[in-house]
């Protein structure tokens, strides 16, 4: 399994950013996938779920509204939409797949929000 994040960077407070995550290793569209992210001295936390199929997805409140997940089973590649960026942001993000008991994440892509 390996899991390739991209397209961090900095962007100003309001802007936006998209996220992507390549998929190999695995059968990508069988398996529901998650980003995460992580800022100095805080717990790794959930940011957005979506299943296999991309019909059902899930976000943590202090992002709802504003991030979109979606996914291409065709190229094997999970996204994250991310508008409005806020000073709460900045982290770096990883994307990891939950398979056969084990979870697997990628080395993550890092946001830094500022003006």
């Known amino acids: 399994v390996q899991l390739v994040e991209s397209g961090g960077g900095l962007v100003q407070p309001g802007g936006s950013l998209r996220l992507s995550c390549a998929a190999s290793?695995?059968?990508?569209?069988?398996?529901?996938m998650s980003w995460f992210r992580q800022s100095p001295g805080k717990e790794r936390e959930l940011v957005a779920h979506?299943?296999?199929?991309?019909?059902?997805?899930h976000y943590e409140d202090s992002v709802k509204g504003r991030v979109t997940t979606s996914r291409d089973n065709a190229k094997n590649t999970l996204y994250l939409q991310m508008n409005s960026l806020k000073a709460e942001d900045p982290a770096v993000y990883y994307c990891k797949v939950w398979k056969e008991g084990m979870n697997y994440w990628g080395k993550g892509t890092l946001v830094t929000v500022s003006s």
């Open positions: 290793g695995f059968t990508f569209s069988s398996y529901g």
């Open positions: 979506i299943d296999s199929a991309g019909d059902y997805t």
